[in-house]
Each structure stands twice: as C-alpha cells, then as structure tokens.
C-alpha cells in the first residue's frame, strides 16, 4: 500500500518549508522503505520537490483588514475545491504548516469529515499572539504538534496538545548556503563591495507598504556611502514589474535577482527587510539588519483599539530570546531618516555588529540541533504507520 500525505500550507514562507518538509518525508520513507505519495496546496517550491498540487497558495496571504479582503472569495473557493478533492480520495494523514487562519478551517474539516490524524508543523504563534486565542481550538483538532520554537512546545503543551520539540528547521536549511565569497561570486559582486541587501515582500500588501521607504533609504544611504550597492531578491516573479515601477520613480539603483535569494542575503553587509521568517534566515546567515513593518491605517487602528494588539517584538529573531538583538521601525516609526541612521550605523560602527553577531550565535543555540526536518519526518511516518500509538 502506498501512504498518501496531504501538506496545507500557502504563502511564501510556507511553501518554503513544506518543500523542505516533502523532502525530508521522501527520503526518510526511503530510508524506512515505506512508499508514500504527497498531495497538497502550496507553491512551486513543492511541486519540485515532488507533491503533486491540489491548489497554488503561494499568492494568497495578507496580515491585516483590509489587505485580505483580495484573497477572501479566491481561498475560500480553493479551499472548497480541494475539500471536495480530499472527500473523493481521503489521504492516509495530514500535515498542516502555518498559514493560520485557512489552516485553522482546513483542520477542523479534516477533523470532523476525514477522520485522519493530524500534524501541525510550524503551528501558528499562539504563544506570541495569544489575544487571537486559537491555542485550544488548534490542539483540539490536532493529534501532534512539532514545535520549532522552545516557547512554543511549552504552550501548546499547557493547552493539552502531544507536542514534540524539533527545533527550527532554518538551521539545517541555511547551513546548505555556501560562505560569503562563494555568494559574491556567483551574483557578480566584488569581494571589497559594500552591499545592502533589500527584503521587503513575500506578501503583496508589502511592496506598496514597505519598498518606498526601503527605496527612500538606499538614497539616503547612497548621499553618504556613495560606494554601496542594493541588490534585491524578487520573492515571486509576479512582482516584478511592481517592483520595477517603484524603483523607476526614484534616483538610485537596485539590482533586482529572481534567483538565489539566500545568496543576495549571505552576500550582504547589512539587509534591510520586512518583518517575517526571513529575519531568522538572516539572522543565520550571520547579516546584520534593520526590520520595518507597517499595515493600513484601519488594520493597526482596529488592532490597537479593539483588539488590545501588543507584542513584545515583532521580528522573529527578536522574540527567540525576547531581546532587542535588531532594531526594529513598526507602523508610524517606519520613517526614511531614522531607519536610514540605524542602518549607517551597523554599516560603518564595528562594535555594533559585533554586538549583534554575537547574540545571533546565541539565537542559534535556542534553536535545535539542526535536524528539523528529519525529526519532523520520523515523526509524520511513526504517526501515518502506528497512528494507534498516539
């Protein structure tokens, strides 16, 4: 018999690590000789990696009001196309990976209609946004959580769930990014180069929010370090004519790269980026960086007065040791001038980046031994051939 596993995810980020994921699945069934097929709903990432797609979400994400008003009719009308595909021929398990709210009704559908066993993997961060309130209804549908984040396992845990600590799967997956100069030469940059790396959107809402002021910034930086060089890994290949027509309208050039995004980041000095998961991969990739993130005026009104929204940091890399380890500019603080200041900062003071590498090396320590994904898999393939033991 082959096993079949069905992955749900969406977004970039997400569509990152459920290839990484079907990976490790893949050759772990090997290992195991346990044959297996993967459907799922993700992007082209996981379709390389061999999982046949029920449904592309790379596209479809937002944080906020009235920025996921777009992607509304277009999930839910997905959703119930796949639901109905996984009705015909239910899988044997499935794994749901991030991607909060649609995921939240993916399992609980799985739950009450399919009657399979349900991991979640990268489970939403309850324990950081815990005014959304989801932890209980989450561990109700889930048979396994696989927590990448130490604080996480414990809070889940503390709402009843089966919770294995795996460790950040980022570790085992930066560590396969080749040295500085390797990145540099595959790119075409000089080895005495200075460069900032720009990171503003894996989500479309971003590029009109963040890559203006990013833009604004690299003038700024440009009148005083008139050497620097901006590059700028394009997330999705549909934003790049938006992008284009944004840097158009300004005096500086950015070179834009629709490959090897992780090696535009290992190449830098300095990366300035939005808020999100690929603050952790820099952070190990060992780049200093700035994190700015702001929302519509409505989102963040509604956020801070109906819902009490408050977070101790909004960067990843900030909330593994719940310390300021880099500056960060939210909403009515993302302002050219500051951001431009703190990034000459880190760029011409030693002692400053210095400061920061260091507490990124203990960063790293809080985040596992490297071997995620492979636990992760073990996991899944342990749950999908005894699920009778959990």
């Not at 119930?80 to 996984?86: D, N, T």
């Not at 989450?138 to 959580?145: A, W």
């Not at 993302?334 to 400053?352: F, G, H, R, W, Y």
Request: glycine share 6%; with cysteine; hydrophobic share 45%.
């Amino acid at each position: 018999m082959t096993y079949n596993i069905f992955i749900s995810t969406g977004e970039v980020s997400g569509d990152f690590q459920g290839a990484a994921l079907a990976q490790a699945l893949y050759q772990e069934a090997q290992v195991q000789n346990i044959p297996i097929s993967i459907s799922g709903m993700g992007g082209e990432k996981m379709a390389a990696q061999g999982v046949n797609l029920l449904g592309n979400t790379a596209g479809i994400g937002s944080i906020g009001l009235l920025e996921a008003v777009p992607f509304i009719l277009p999930s839910f009308f997905l959703q119930q196309k796949v639901k109905g595909m996984l009705k015909q021929k239910p899988p044997h398990i499935a794994i749901l990976i991030d991607y909060v709210t649609p995921n939240i009704a993916m399992g609980q559908f799985i739950k009450h209609h399919l009657g399979i066993p349900i991991v979640y993997y990268i489970a939403p961060q309850e324990w950081v946004w815990e005014f959304q309130n989801n932890g209980n209804l989450i561990t109700s549908f889930t048979d396994q959580i696989l927590a990448i984040f130490p604080a996480e396992a414990e809070y889940y845990r503390q709402k009843g769930a089966n919770v294995t600590w795996v460790g950040h799967p980022l570790i085992e997956l930066m560590a396969k990014i080749p040295d500085r100069s390797v990145c540099r030469a595959e790119l075409g940059i000089n080895p005495d180069a200075l460069v900032v790396t720009l990171l503003p959107a894996s989500r479309q809402q971003e590029l009109k929010f963040l890559l203006p002021v990013m833009v604004e910034v690299c003038q700024i930086l440009k009148q005083q370090l008139p050497q620097l060089e901006f590059w700028l890994p394009i997330s999705r290949r549909a934003y790049r004519t938006e992008i284009e027509q944004t840097i158009s309208k300004y005096q500086v050039k950015i070179n834009l790269i629709e490959s090897n995004p992780h090696y535009a980041i290992k190449a830098a000095d300095l990366a300035l980026s939005k808020s999100g998961t690929v603050n952790l991969e820099t952070t190990l990739l060992g780049v200093p960086q700035v994190i700015l993130y702001r929302v519509s005026l409505l989102t963040a009104w509604v956020a801070r007065k109906i819902f009490k929204f408050q977070i101790p940091f909004m960067s990843p890399t900030n909330l593994v040791l719940m310390e300021s380890v880099v500056p960060e500019f939210f909403q009515e603080e993302v302002q050219s001038s500051p951001i431009a200041q703190t990034c000459l900062d880190l760029l011409k003071n030693p002692e400053a980046r210095s400061q920061m590498l260091t507490k990124y090396n203990e960063i790293k320590q809080n985040l596992g031994d490297g071997q995620a994904t492979t636990k992760s898999a073990q996991a899944i393939l342990n749950l999908l051939t005894n699920p009778k033991n959990d």
